[in-house]
């Protein structure tokens, strides 16, 4: 299994332009995540989906959308592009199980400047 | 979700044990206790998690506190390899709700 993988690993934007970021996972888990990490700092919740065509804000959701048609695949989409959005944004995903443990997977990461 | 209070930073000498402690004084009592790291330039990865009883992996061992308020994760013998951040995460047993992130404790490992 690739586990969670992540594309572009690197992008230089311009202020007001658009990208979608990719996620897709292999490991058939149905909750998916994606977070931001400015530096120096933890991470924060942009969006999370708990199974194709749910999804759900988190605690950072403005100036992103997202979109679940498949199991696999979580794209997080920049439709105007800022300088706020300039941090590192990890996708991850879990197997839905109870109680725990709640692992969640994490993919490498996209490192994105808006300049 | 229960709040977690972490030093910033620690520090350690290589192959020397290394306790990390975590406050979580509002944990409930079906929280489980989560422990992630995060190496440099890579997400964040399982460590380990608990509930009551102190438990082991390969990884690490993690002690909770007999009243569940603290909680601290041992690296038995740190290497270079385990200079990372290290997130203790209190969840909800019950909850869809995803895993909150505070700051860490960034650890350092000296040769």
């Known amino acids: 299994n690739a586990g969670v993988t992540q594309t572009p690993k690197f992008r230089i934007l311009k202020i007001g332009q658009s990208m979608t970021l990719q996620c897709t996972q292999d490991?058939?888990?149905?909750?998916m995540y994606w977070y931001r990490q400015d530096p120096g700092m933890g991470l924060k919740l942009i969006y999370y989906?708990?199974?194709?065509?749910?999804?759900d804000k988190g605690e950072v959701p403005n100036g992103y959308n997202v979109s679940r048609s498949t199991t696999e695949d979580f794209p997080l989409r920049l439709e105007l592009a800022a300088p706020s959005q300039t941090s590192v944004y990890f996708c991850?995903?879990?197997?839905?199980?109870?109680?725990?443990?709640?692992?969640?997977?994490f993919g490498p990461g996209t490192r994105l400047t808006v300049l | 979700d229960a709040k977690t209070t972490q030093p910033n930073s620690m520090e350690s000498n290589e192959e020397e044990p290394v306790h990390l402690p975590c406050n979580h004084s509002?944990?409930?009592?079906?929280?489980?206790i989560h422990w992630y790291r995060q190496l440099p330039s890579q997400g964040p990865e399982y460590v380990i998690h608990?509930?009551?009883s102190n438990v082991n992996n390969r990884m690490a061992s993690l002690a909770i506190a007999e009243d569940r308020k603290s909680s601290t994760l041992i690296l038995h013998r740190a290497t270079l390899r385990d200079a990372a951040v290290y997130y203790c995460?209190?969840?909800?047993?019950?909850?869809?709700?995803?895993?909150?992130f505070g700051k860490g404790t960034r650890l350092s490992v000296i040769a």
């Open positions: 991850a995903s879990r197997v839905k199980t109870r109680p725990a443990p709640d692992t969640q997977y």
């Open positions: 490991m058939n888990h149905n909750y």
């Open positions: 989906s708990v199974g194709a065509g749910i999804t």
């Open positions: 509002t944990i409930s009592g079906t929280d489980y």
């Open positions: 608990g509930l009551t």
């Open positions: 995460i209190p969840r909800r047993v019950s909850g869809n709700t995803p895993l909150v």
